[in-house]
Each structure stands twice: as C-alpha cells, then as structure tokens.
C-alpha cells in the first residue's frame, strides 16, 4: 500500500499473506540469520533473495513471536523452521499455515506494515 | 461473463482519452488500440448496452507490453464512462494509478491481468461512496483490484471481486491490543457492514495519515 499523497509505502494488503495455489508452507527469511543492524540484514536478504525483486517490492518485519501469537489465536498452530536453500541460507518457511483465513492475513499485513521496508531504500 | 459497455462510450460520447490514444499514430500499440476502438464505437442498440469480449483472467503470453497496456486501456474507458460522476482531479489521479499498477517491468509472463469485472465492482464502489480519498491501490494475483487505507495504525483493506462482491477487512488497535474482522459483503451492504467502523475516516479523512 503506498500513500497517494507522499509516494511513501505505508501497507501491506492482506493477500500478500496468502499462499499461491502451487504453495503449501509460507516463505519468509530469518533476519538473524545474518549479522549486523536490521537494515544489513535487509540488505543480505535482499541479496540472497531467489524472487526477481524490483525496487517497489517491501519486506515487513515481524517477530517470530508475535507470528506465531496471532496464528495461534486465529486458530493456527503454526511451526517455523529454517530451510535453507542453495541460493537463500536465511530462507525458512511457516508450516501448517492455514489456506484461507481472512482475519489472520489481515492481521499479519497490519503487523507487517508497521515495520516496512522498500527494496528501493535499502539499495538507494 | 460479459462486460458491458455503456453507451456513454458511443461515438458522440467519445471521452477526451479515447481521442488521445486515437492520434498517438504509427505505433503497433496505437494500431491495436485502434481496432479496439473501432468494435466498441459501433453505435449501441437501442437498448443501450453491447457484450465485448472480455480479456480476463488470460495469463500473459507473448507481446506483454501490449497486452498491460491495453488491459489498462480497459480500465481507463471503464472509468471515462462514469466521469461525469467524478471530479476530473480525482480521475486524473486514478488513471496516474492504473498506469503505476501497469509498468511491464512490474509484471510477470505468467500473472494474470487486471479483471475488468472486478474494476467494475470498484468503480460501483466509488459511485456508491463517492470519490474516495487517500486509497492505495493495489492489484492480487489473481487480477482484482485492490484497495487500501491506513489511519494511524489501522488499516481497511477492500478487495473488489466480480459481481459487487467485496471482501474486506479492518485492523485497529484499540488500548495497544488488535482487533480484526473481515468477510465478504455485496456492494449494496458495504455500508451496513463498515457503519460501525467510521466509513468517514476511511474514505472521507485524507488528513490523518502519518508522513514519515
């Protein structure tokens, strides 16, 4: 979600938390995985990332915690675990990760915008 | 499923937009636009609409470019044949947003294309609402429009779905703890079901919106 006023990236919309037909688990990245402050680890996610990012595209920061918290109170018993891949060694993935929950994908996109990242200002 | 063509878009009627596409010439975008143009400017029936070919839910295969803009193209006649509903600063600012959400170098071979159904149902939004201010739009996966406010830290979101079916939702914190609800609603009752969450501060407050 961007403001229309100032351009700026205030959102995310809850269908970005939704899982594609061929998807079973939901993608995301470790942050601690790499050192440094979280604008470095942005940084080296970025640069393992296996998706074509364009400057447009957002990464929201939430805490494993706070994930899990809200899947478990809509119902969904959620488990993390790190699977790396060749290219992405912070990639993990949310296993049991519901299908289609509207409250759930609309309070994980609040919680994500609120710590909202553009690919554009971490290269900038 | 068909869209419908009002006949607001017969030759008489013809939007300023329309004539501009008409004379970019030479290109193999104004020619395909041109053809376009020339099926749904066939004088309407008498009872004033005509089935056109719908392009949704099509992947895009081959000649991207072409096909994002005319997909785009589909959402700015939609639009023009309901501008007499909206203030001209407001739809210059939606048809800068189309072409935002419209750059190739956005899309993927394999995404689907905006779905015109769905930009109907948006646009009977936007009649219903009025002109609504400070929205973020956005575009699914599988082609819906979709649209976004935030207030403070409180987000609506609208997915607009195709025949006047919308999905929603509300994220707000009220004394630092989350309260969310969401469902699917007919156009018609969209205020019924937002009434207790202050459609005005959605739709209507432009200035409440954090800058930094």
Redesign the interface.
Known sequence: ??????G?A??V???AF?L?PDERDLSVNWMDFFQGAQREQLRQIIAHAEL?L?P?HGYGVIEVGAFIDTCAKHGAKVRIIHEQTDKDPSHSAAHQYPRDN??L???L??LA??HLTLVGEINA | MSAFLPESLAPSGLPKLLQQHLSLGGTALSSAMSDRLSNIMTPAPSHGIVARPSTVFQPIEGQKELKIFNAAADLKIATSSVSMHLPDDWRR?LFA?IDQLHQP??W?ETDHLTDIRSFWTFLRTVLQQGPMK???L?I??NGNI?A?W?RG???L?L?FLMDDQI?W???QWISGR?E????IVDLHRLPVVLGPYSPKRWFGD?DN????
């Open positions: 979600m961007k403001d229309e006023e100032t700026m205030i959102g919309f809850p269908e939704e594609r074509k364009r447009t509207r409250f994908f609309a309070e996109a609040n915008g609120r | 600012r947003k170098d956005d993927e400070r929205m973020s956005g699914d996966g979709l976004g935030k830290d409180d987000t979101t997915a999905r939702s509300v994220v989350v969310s609800v969401a469902g432009g919106v954090p800058t930094s």
